[in-house]
Structure formats: structure tokens, C-alpha cells
């Protein structure tokens, strides 16, 4: 089993959706969670970041971490076309230096 | 700020040839990592350096070298490629303050063993 199971897609919404991502989660020591959106053949570009419970939003990001169910949401309100990538989830322990990504979810927004 | 620099963008190498990643940063990060991305694996962790003089393996090293001489600049070396390395590297830095989450990634280099 993988540490971190994420949903590859493909996603595909109108423009002004809202979208949901998620991914799930196996390890309860994770304690940080990120994620990221990476456009065609660039690097992975660093989101939103939580730590432990709760609820972080920016702009129309909205980052949700439920530990108890093991699972984190990402909410983009009025999608846009440019919003179209491929999203990761990562997550760490409180101590280590390793990072679990999960696989990606694509996304097209289409106008 | 040009951030994280990675070279090359591209590489075509035959099976055996080494050949060496440059990775390098500008913003005086004390953490550096290397991973490899392949369809469906997700990011993988292959080395890490936490400063200067410092280096550790990440959960895929084999195959793979570094050194961190300068803060600024972290390679990797193939040391004899394989075509299961075929795949895209990315190289990422941090500060020591922000050490729970990886915050700067390069465009990533491009590799495909033959």
C-alpha cells in the first residue's frame, strides 16, 4: 500500500466550477501537508501548506486536512483556464527529511 | 532571484555513460534534495543534503552520487546509466526554517537512457 494515494484523473470542468482534489493517506505520524501544481514539462510549484487540522484558505485555494479520516482536500473556487495542471499532494512527519508525494491529478479548465 | 537552476534540460545518454545533473541555488538554502519523477510513482526522494559538507540517501539512491561542496550548488552523478533511470530529475531547496515543506523546485532535466 501506498502511503499516499491520490486520484490521477483526468478532472475536467467549465470554467467558474468549483473543483475538489483529494488525496488519502495511510501513515498518522504526518503531521505537514502541501500541495502543488505543476504545468506541462515545468517543476512542481508549492501551493499551500497546513500543518496538522484545520482549514488554510488563499485567495480561491482552500486547503483542508482531516486527520481523523486521513484524507486532504484541495477547493478551487471559480476555476479558471490557467488553473489547468496537474496537482500533487505531499506529505511529512514531524521529524525525518523525507516527503510522500502523491501521483498527481490532472485538471483541464475548459473555457 | 533565479531561484533553482537546473542543467541540463535535456540529456540522451547510452546505457554505461555517466554523466553529472547540475543543480543550483540562489537563495542561500541550507537544504537541498534530488528526486525523480515516473508516470504513476509519484516524486521519489534519491539524495538529500541538509548543508555544506552533508549529504544522505532518500528512499531511491542507487545508481547515484552527490557531493555539496558550496551551499549554492548540489550535482548528481549517474555513475553508469541504466535505462531504468530513465526519467525526469528534479532538484529542490529549502531553508533550515522552513524544513517541514519543500518550497522551491527547478524546471527539471529531462533524461532518457538508451
Known amino acids: 500500500q501506498k502511503e499516499v494515494e491520490q486520484d490521477p484523473g483526468p478532472l475536467s470542468v467549465p470554467e467558474g466550477a468549483i473543483v475538489s482534489l483529494n488525496c488519502t493517506y495511510s501513515?498518522?505520524?504526518?503531521?505537514?501537508f502541501m500541495w502543488y501544481r505543476q504545468y506541462s514539462r515545468k517543476g512542481p510549484e508549492l501551493l499551500m501548506y497546513?500543518?496538522?487540522?484545520g482549514n488554510k484558505e488563499d485567495g480561491r485555494f482552500t486547503a483542508q486536512v482531516d486527520k481523523s479520516s486521513k484524507y486532504i482536500s484541495l477547493f478551487i473556487r471559480d476555476s479558471q483556464p490557467s488553473d489547468s495542471a496537474t496537482y500533487l499532494c505531499?506529505?511529512?512527519?514531524?521529524?525525518?527529511?523525507?516527503?510522500?508525494f502523491g501521483t498527481g491529478t490532472s485538471l483541464t479548465v475548459i473555457p | 532571484n533565479a531561484g533553482v537552476t537546473q542543467t541540463p534540460k535535456f540529456q540522451v545518454l547510452k546505457t554505461g555513460q555517466s554523466m553529472t545533473l547540475q543543480c543550483a541555488q540562489d537563495?542561500?538554502?541550507?537544504?537541498m534534495s534530488w528526486y525523480r519523477q515516473d508516470p504513476g510513482m509519484g516524486l521519489r526522494l534519491i539524495h538529500y543534503?541538509?548543508?555544506?559538507?552533508?549529504?544522505d540517501q532518500g528512499e531511491v539512491p542507487n545508481g547515484y552520487n552527490v557531493s555539496r561542496s558550496t551551499t549554492e550548488d548540489f550535482p548528481l552523478r549517474l555513475l553508469s546509466a541504466a535505462p531504468s533511470q530513465t526519467s525526469v530529475y528534479f532538484c529542490?531547496?529549502?531553508?533550515?526554517?522552513?524544513?517541514?515543506?519543500?518550497?522551491?523546485f527547478g524546471q527539471g532535466t529531462r533524461l532518457t537512457v538508451v
Open positions: 543534503s541538509v548543508g555544506a559538507g552533508i549529504t
Open positions: 537563495m542561500n538554502h541550507e537544504y
Open positions: 501513515n498518522s505520524a504526518f503531521q505537514y
Open positions: 529542490a531547496s529549502r531553508p533550515k526554517q522552513g524544513a517541514n515543506t519543500e518550497a522551491f
Open positions: 505531499a506529505m511529512k512527519r514531524p521529524t525525518g527529511n523525507q516527503f510522500y
Open positions: 497546513t500543518y496538522s487540522s
